[in-house]
């Protein structure tokens, strides 16, 4: 299977790689797609949040998985940077999917990535004491998704 | 000059020695009657040539010519034996006993045999790949026909010991059957030495045309039989029937006798780049070596690379070397390779694979470029790994929460 330009690209030179300070009230981290859920994948997304705008002032990550899945990650720490929290949980992985011209196989690469920033986002709320945030519309298709890729492994 | 890409996969398959093509061109143009015309020298011509490749098939074996059966690779015979040897002795029993770690043509064929009322036991592995003779020879039951073990794993390269399995068979009157597609032509295998009974094996892996291999079946002590799967023209003694495949038999009997000849020599420089290789890689941090480490194929190496992912590390070089991963990050399932999960690998250590199959072609100077640049995609891959960054932070991976 040949890879698309893009995911060469980001593989080659990823961005934003590295971590930012988790003890820090003003990040978020995630770290999704565990050995046992049958992820051949784990990612790390850590976000900075202004506490006053919402905006996302920086984004890192760090990833374990094929080339997919770490172009998944890189772009979608681009894109969080200067969104805030509330557009970010926008971002759908077929999003992801349609930038890097996933093929069907590495869908998974992309739903991962997704679930990255929305456990990041919550991760940020939780520790400044807010409620955890899932889009209505989006709420029943995640959870969907999560089944999924649980189901896959069994 | 080093040409890329550099050819690392010949456990997939090899490349035609230049002998071989050499040998087999005559019979795509003049050459080129039906084996079993019997009327014509065109007939005669084509069914010469086939019986001078049975012989040199059957010499590098130590079989007897009459006991070759020609098909379209090892699938099939893996299939004709499994199958054939089901149906044909039923009158004894129904039970075949197998390991985990056999080729999906092997392991396929008997979950297929199951549905038909066949029992198979599949007999685990230890950490190295080796099953356990005692426990072999315990799962015998008056039911079992049959016990089909790989010769050599295609994966590992992990080789079991023929020699004892068969003494258990034969003293228990079982057949031996094994899929040998790895070893022929790479190690010495014999099968009477063996005490093998039915064997597999393919030509394109050992330098010879794709399409066309051979099923050993013991005419002498015991005398086997195998019910025909392909019904037709009655060719190969009534057991596989179709046209032969002259020039790809050709190729494959001149491979045959390339690798008698040449074995010796091509294990031996092998085994030294493959130690090499194999040296420089294990002295990564965390890098370890799957299988036997003294009982193995000369040419093969597996070496998991902890914290990167084997396709994610593949992609790093794939344009340059061509190795496969043990990983399954492409598979529908994303499961990782039974046959290491099978030694009791964990997910991460069976993602982290990666499988190097040295050939005959294979020059020190594609070695030297292969260590560097697989060391180089490790550490580019360990610096944005957070598996990595935890290890050597001395975190327990065991005891994360994951979110999800
Ligand atoms: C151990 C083993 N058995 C069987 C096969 C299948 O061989 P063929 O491609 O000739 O059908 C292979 C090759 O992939 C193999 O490695």
Redesign the interface.
Known sequence: MAYSEKVLEHYNNPKNVGSLDKNSKAVGTALVGSPEHGHSDIMRLQIEVNPVTQVITDARFKTFGCGSAIAASSLVTEWLKGKTIHEALRIDNMDIVEELNLPPVKLHCSVLAEEAIKAAVNNYRYKNGLEALVLEEEEEEYEEEEEESESAFH | MLKLPIYLDNNATTPCDPRVVEAMLPYFTETFGNAASRNHPFGWAAEEAVDFAREQVARLIGADPKEIIFTSGATESDNLALKGVFEMYAAKGNHIITTATEHKAVLDTCRHLEKQGARVTYLGVNSEGLIDLKELEAAITPATIMVAVIYANNEIGVINPMRDISAITRRHGVLLMTDATQAVGKIPVDVNKDGIDLMAFSAHKMYGPKGVGALYVRRKSPRVKVTAQLDGGGHERGMRSGTLNVPGIVGFGKACEICQQEMEEDGKHLQILRDKLEKALLQLEESYLNGAPNQRLPHVSNISFK???G??LL?GFNKSIAISSG??????????SYVLKALGL???LA?SSLRFGLGRFTTEEQIDYTIQAVTDAVNRLR???????MFKDGIDLDT?Q???
């Open positions: 914290y990167v992912e396709e994610g992609m990983s399954a990050c492409t598979s529908a399932s994303l499961e990782p964990g997910d991460d993602h610096a944005i790994s957070p598996l990595w960054e994360i994951w979110a999800h």
